[in-house]
């Protein structure tokens, strides 16, 4: 079983990584999707696969990046860039073109799910600013031979939401 941890949003906020890293030690991969607001090298953000929101200024973070584990390609980006706040279509499309079938993205602070033309796309929401009905979230996903279990968490790490799908 793989076992992926996205943080989004913290905004400033530090201990929040640090404190998710630590409870979810047995993850496979960590990705923070943008707008720490942290100097790239930071000790915090530095456990995580990381990419530039639009409040990050650092030079040193890519726009997006794939990871690949196990066979399975993940395609991870802030997503202001491709218009996410309007749709995920255009995110959905670039996914696909480089032969991933995961998209996680930030930027909206709303927790969310999605399958578009056949990409799971996955926001974990905002660690720190809800911008939504629901608390401060992060994901937790789990993937084995096809199926898969996305858990949105809350600060207390208690699931909040569960999402089965397959891939």
Known sequence: MMKLILVSDNHSESG??????????????????????????????????RVKGNMDFYPEFPENEIYEL????????????????QGREALAQHTKEQGATFAFYGHTHVARYELINGVHIINPGSISHSRSNEVETYAEIKLEEGDGILNFRDRNHEIINTIPFEY
């Open 70 to 85: 196990n066979g399975v390609r993940f395609f991870y980006t802030h997503g202001h860039h491709l218009g996410v706040n």
């Open 16 to 49: 929040v990584l640090n404190d998710i890293y630590e409870k979810h030690d047995d993850a496979d991969a960590y990705f923070h999707l943008g707008d720490s607001e942290f100097v790239y090298d930071d000790i915090e953000l530095s456990m995580y696969r």
